[in-house]
């Protein structure tokens, strides 16, 4: 069956095209455009076509994420974080063609281009409301004002300093799941979080975590 009926955060098994068999879950799914942008079992994602894919099985996602690994252990590079110097240009993003995406619907992320319109938001923290490619997002400032087609390569990731914020994990076994901040090593650029589901402990660099502003079953 087609996936139209599929929703935001659904387990999908794509039917036609290259990644044919493989199961994924849909990050960011658009009726007007008709394409959804999908999570891999390889931890990649992939811009698909709704008519490619239909309802799929978590426990197969995890079934195939898991013999994926077994191959390759990690291949899921999020950029290195850069500390925001108002006197550098910096990124976290770089060029679209090396750096893997990470951008996801409810991350708080920091606007660091001084060139994006005219240096009005640099340095100004916005949210990811929807993600329009694997590159590029909408966002929401904090006055309320919507920013379209934002580039990756302008945001920086927020990690928050008050334990228990919620943040999301964005690389490794645990990327995509919520976590609260348990402790903060700023010299060491490390934190302690502790996932909500499974209340497992996990140690994380600043290039593994941001800032989450969604809602989450604690």
């Not at 938001?121 to 694997?134: A, E, G, M, N, R």
């Not at 490390?190 to 996990?202: G, L, N, P």
């Amino acid at each position: 069956s087609s996936g139209i009926n599929a929703e935001y955060g659904d387990y999908i098994e794509i039917t036609a095209g290259p990644e044919k068999g493989k199961s994924g879950k849909i990050l960011s799914l658009s009726l007007e455009t008709s394409r959804c942008i999908v999570r891999l079992p390889s931890e990649e994602m992939a811009d698909l076509a709704i008519i490619c894919i239909a309802k799929g099985d978590k426990m197969e996602y995890l079934r195939q994420r898991d013999s994926y690994n077994e191959v390759v252990p990690d291949v899921f590079a999020v950029p290195k974080i850069e500390q925001v110097d108002p006197k550098s240009t910096k990124t976290n993003g770089g060029n679209s063609s090396k750096i893997k995406a990470w951008l996801h619907r409810d991350l708080k992320v920091r606007i660091v281009s001084q060139e994006y319109r005219k240096g009005r938001y640099y340095c100004k923290k916005v949210d990811i409301v929807d993600i329009v490619d694997l590159y590029t997002c909408t966002c929401r400032s904090e006055s309320g004002k919507l920013l379209e087609n934002v580039p990756q390569e302008i945001l920086e990731t927020v990690i928050p300093k008050q334990r228990g914020t919620l943040v999301m994990l964005l690389k490794g076994e645990h990327r995509g799941q919520i976590a609260e901040i348990e402790d903060k090593d700023s010299r060491g650029e490390r934190v302690v979080v502790v996932t909500i589901v499974d209340k497992e402990a996990v140690t994380a660099s600043f290039n593994e975590v941001c800032q989450y502003v969604g809602d989450a079953v604690r």
